[in-house]
């Protein structure tokens, strides 16, 4: 199948070609025939399987048929993401294709002072994408007008309300039309996300490529057993192995991201972190930095890694595993990506055990494991860890139960004391 053939408008069609992209995604085949027919969607797949064009190229298509003249448009169509990169990221493919049909874009993000995008949004944008955050600071300003808006997308819906967007989702929602088309991607289906396509959008066709807790095929997943303490040392003799391959490295906090590159920095290690603390041109640099191969090496959190699109990533390590599982596959998913191949390690201590087992329930496989040395890690061992883990939380309850006792014990006889003072006292007067 060729995009020709979805009925999208010629200018389209020609940008596809220039970009030399001939054969849609899976996604975009069952995607683009239903928003072409304006009707609401529910699209779930991974991350890296081309999301973005599949609501991109057949809403341009439907914008292309509407007026638009004039300096100061108003604003169709509304696209909300999790993270200023991924807001970004749509961005740049939309400016793209949006010139090939003289329509207009505007990206609104935190970390930029709110004052420049007042300059942009004056001008007039046929499209807006933005975070749901900074476009709920210009709705309280005034200075972005949502009620002529005909479509919403709601892309890595999952991850926004992971972090606690949904009320300002809805309240975003509630001032657009309630006739406008919405459409929802995400990897994941959860209660949450279906209160949300009950409450605003219209029998919702949904689509799914894929199951979203199967991790792509062609990464080589393997686990790397060892305490807290021999991570950082593990993780640096990984990086300058990898002979300037784009290493990516995922950690539970923006605190521990810092720590590592500080650490590692001082020892030689050219690596970088791009995390919700650092400022939009820092988190730019970064990433522009780590995409053109002068810092291979990046740290990132869940979060921040949203938007995280560059190719040629040959490797993922999980510093830290993650506390939900799901968020497993889509961290590995940065690898592998458009077809290629890539390897994904995990560091796990006795404390993170209950993590991998988790993980390892919902992809259905057992991940290899090694010790630090590269000799395998046989199950033995791992009960073995999981009985010591056990035991160690038995004289943790068993340290504190007895420092408990002692301290009720203190307590008492101070009270004794105290009471048969003031007894002492009271005979006295």
């Given at each position: 199948m060729e995009?020709?053939?979805?009925?999208?408008?010629t200018?389209l069609?020609?940008?596809l070609d220039?970009?030399?992209?001939?054969?849609p995604?899976?996604i975009?085949?069952?995607s683009?025939?239903?928003?072409?027919?304006?009707?609401?969607?529910i699209?779930l797949a991974?991350t890296g399987?081309?999301?973005?064009a599949a609501?991109i190229?057949p809403?341009?298509?439907?914008?292309?048929e509407?007026?638009r003249?004039?300096?100061f448009?108003k604003v169709k169509?509304?696209v909300?993401a999790?993270?200023?990169?991924?807001?970004?990221q749509?961005?740049?493919?939309?400016?793209?294709f949006?010139?090939f049909?003289n329509l207009?874009?505007?990206?609104v993000?935190g970390?930029v002072?709110?004052a420049?995008q007042?300059?942009?949004l004056?001008k007039g944008?046929?499209?807006?994408?933005g975070?749901?955050?900074?476009?709920?600071?210009h709705?309280q300003?005034?200075?972005i007008?949502l009620?002529h808006?005909?479509?919403?997308?709601?892309?890595?819906?999952?991850?926004m309300?992971?972090?606690?967007?949904?009320?300002s989702?809805?309240?975003?929602l509630?001032v657009t039309?309630?006739?406008r088309?919405?459409?929802?991607?995400?990897?994941?289906m959860?209660?949450?996300?279906?209160d949300?396509t009950?409450?605003?959008?219209k029998?919702?066709v949904e689509v799914g490529?894929?199951?979203?807790s199967?991790p792509?095929e062609?990464?080589?997943?393997?686990?790397i057993m060892?305490?807290r303490?021999?991570?950082?040392?593990?993780?640096?003799?990984?990086?300058?192995?990898s002979?300037?391959?784009?290493?990516?490295?995922?950690?539970?906090?923006?605190h521990?991201a810092?720590k590592?590159v500080k650490n590692l920095s001082k020892e030689?290690?050219?690596i970088?972190?791009i995390h919700?603390?650092?400022?939009?041109n820092?988190?730019?640099?970064?990433l522009s930095?780590f995409?053109?191969?002068?810092c291979?090496?990046?740290?990132?959190?869940?979060i921040?890694?949203?938007?995280?699109?560059?190719p040629?990533?040959?490797?993922?390590v999980?510093?830290d595993?993650?506390?939900s599982?799901?968020s497993y596959?889509h961290?590995?998913g940065?690898?592998?990506?458009?077809g290629?191949?890539?390897?994904a390690?995990?560091?796990?201590?006795?404390?993170e055990l209950?993590?991998?087992?988790?993980?390892e329930k919902?992809i259905?496989?057992?991940?290899?494991?090694?010790?630090s040395?590269?000799?395998p890690?046989?199950s033995t061992n791992?009960?073995e860890?999981?009985?010591?883990e056990k035991?160690?939380?038995?004289?943790?309850?068993s340290?504190?139960?007895?420092?408990?006792?002692k301290?009720?014990?203190?307590?008492?006889?101070k009270y004794?004391?105290k009471?048969?003072?003031?007894?002492r006292?009271?005979?006295?007067?």
């Amino acid at each position: 199948m060729e995009f020709k053939s979805f009925g999208l408008i010629t200018p389209l069609v020609k940008a596809l070609d220039k970009k030399g992209f001939n054969a849609p995604t899976p996604i975009q085949v069952k995607s683009i025939p239903i928003i072409l027919k304006r009707r609401d969607l529910i699209g779930l797949a991974q991350t890296g399987t081309g999301k973005t064009a599949a609501f991109i190229l057949p809403l341009i298509s439907l914008l292309y048929e509407k007026e638009r003249v004039g300096k100061f448009r108003k604003v169709k169509m509304l696209v909300l993401a999790p993270t200023r990169e991924l807001a970004l990221q749509i961005g740049e493919v939309a400016k793209f294709f949006a010139s090939f049909a003289n329509l207009k874009t505007c990206v609104v993000v935190g970390g930029v002072p709110i004052a420049r995008q007042f300059k942009d949004l004056r001008k007039g944008s046929d499209i807006i994408i933005g975070t749901p955050g900074r476009i709920e600071d210009h709705l309280q300003k005034t200075t972005i007008d949502l009620s002529h808006i005909e479509f919403a997308v709601l892309d890595e819906a999952d991850q926004m309300l992971d972090i606690g967007f949904l009320p300002s989702i809805k309240r975003i929602l509630t001032v657009t039309p309630k006739d406008r088309q919405t459409l929802l991607f995400s990897a994941t289906m959860s209660d949450q996300i279906k209160d949300l396509t009950t409450n605003f959008m219209k029998e919702p066709v949904e689509v799914g490529v894929s199951v979203a807790s199967k991790p792509i095929e062609k990464i080589k997943q393997k686990i790397i057993m060892l305490d807290r303490l021999h991570k950082k040392d593990a993780l640096k003799k990984i990086i300058t192995n990898s002979s300037g391959s784009r290493v990516l490295v995922f950690v539970r906090t923006k605190h521990g991201a810092d720590k590592i590159v500080k650490n590692l920095s001082k020892e030689g290690v050219n690596i970088d972190t791009i995390h919700g603390n650092k400022s939009q041109n820092q988190r730019q640099k970064a990433l522009s930095n780590f995409k053109n191969g002068s810092c291979p090496a990046l740290i990132a959190t869940d979060i921040a890694a949203r938007g995280i699109d560059v190719p040629g990533v040959k490797l993922v390590v999980n510093f830290d595993l993650p506390e939900s599982p799901e968020s497993y596959v889509h961290r590995i998913g940065r690898t592998a990506r458009a077809g290629a191949s890539g390897d994904a390690i995990s560091f796990c201590s006795s404390s993170e055990l209950k993590y991998l087992r988790a993980i390892e329930k919902l992809i259905k496989s057992n991940i290899p494991a090694f010790k630090s040395d590269g000799t395998p890690f046989k199950s033995t061992n791992l009960r073995e860890s999981k009985s010591s883990e056990k035991n160690n939380a038995k004289v943790n309850n068993s340290s504190k139960q007895s420092k408990d006792s002692k301290d009720t014990r203190k307590n008492s006889i101070k009270y004794k004391r105290k009471n048969g003072a003031k007894k002492r006292k009271a005979k006295r007067f």
